[in-house]
T-cell receptor, first 114, second 114 residues
Framework: DGGITQSPKYLFRKEGQNVTLSCEQN?????MYWYRQDPGQGLRLIYY???????QKGDIAEGYSVSREKKESFPLTVTSAQKNPTAFYLC?????????????FGSGTRLTVV | SQQGEEDPQALSIQEGENATMNCSYK?????LQWYRQNSGRGLVHLIL?????REKHSGRLRVTLDTSKKSSSLLITASRAADTASYFC??????????????FGQGTTLQVKP
């Protein structure tokens, strides 16, 4: 079965701690994205990558970092510089062709600061 | 940057009734997409309509697009309790340099009562 796997499902972070959220896809998609969702809100783009070893900042990149060393993997690190990290984090991928295609989403990671 | 605004924010109907959700956006687009999100889960792609299309159908879903008014609507006919979810519109802005980035609205929460 092809899809996107996010792990862990729940994550707790202490103040001042960096944490890494995993996102793996076996869809052979070139593009991958990280979004943040706050309660009752839409999705805001953190980072995206269209190709291995390249990624771009989204609208709210401050306090986050990513890497794209393999096509299948796009991990997100929430650093201690992110002052309000409690949120639901969603990873997505797509085959981007002219005219666009839909995203495939993972099931999300809920991050809570304790 | 929020592109789409959805209306209403919340909708409650009886099973069997039709549900209509609207989305307005600000800038010209390549395409507009609708997604469904069940509580605490990732988003699922429902339908994509391109800027040169006016109407599209998929099962019980009907999407319209009016680029002159920069608006779209999603109609779910003969709703079922299983349709209870949040629905998001997402736009692929024209001139986004083929990044595939989508901009999501804040969503409409639909409750279908049995």
């Amino acid at each position: 079965d092809g899809g996107i796997t996010q792990s862990p499902k729940y994550l707790f972070r202490k103040e001042g701690q960096n944490v890494t959220l995993s996102c793996e896809q076996n869809l052979n998609h070139d593009a991958m994205y990280w979004y943040r969702q706050d309660p009752g809100q839409g999705l805001r783009l953190i980072y995206y990558s269209q190709i291995v070893n390249d990624f771009q900042k989204g609208d709210i990149a401050e306090g986050y970092s990513v890497s794209r060393e393999k096509k299948e993997s796009f991990p997100l690190t929430v650093t201690s510089a992110q002052k309000n990290p409690t949120a639901f984090y969603l990873c997505a991928s797509s085959i981007y062709t002219f005219g666009g295609n839909g995203y495939t989403f993972g099931s999300g990671t809920r991050l809570t600061v304790v | 940057s929020q592109q789409g605004e959805e209306d209403p924010q919340a909708l409650s109907i009886q099973e069997g009734e039709n549900a209509t959700m609207n989305c307005s956006y600000k800038t010209s687009i390549n395409n507009l997409q609708w997604y469904r999100q069940n509580s605490g889960r990732g988003l699922v792609h429902l339908i994509l309509i391109r800027s040169n299309e006016r109407e599209k159908h998929s099962g019980r879903l009907r999407v319209t697009l009016d680029t002159s008014k920069k608006s779209s609507s999603l109609l779910i006919t003969a709703s079922r309790a299983a349709d209870t979810a949040s629905y998001f519109c997402a736009t692929d802005p024209l001139g986004s340099s083929n990044t595939g980035k989508l901009i999501f609205g804040q969503g409409t929460t639909l409750q279908v009562k049995p």
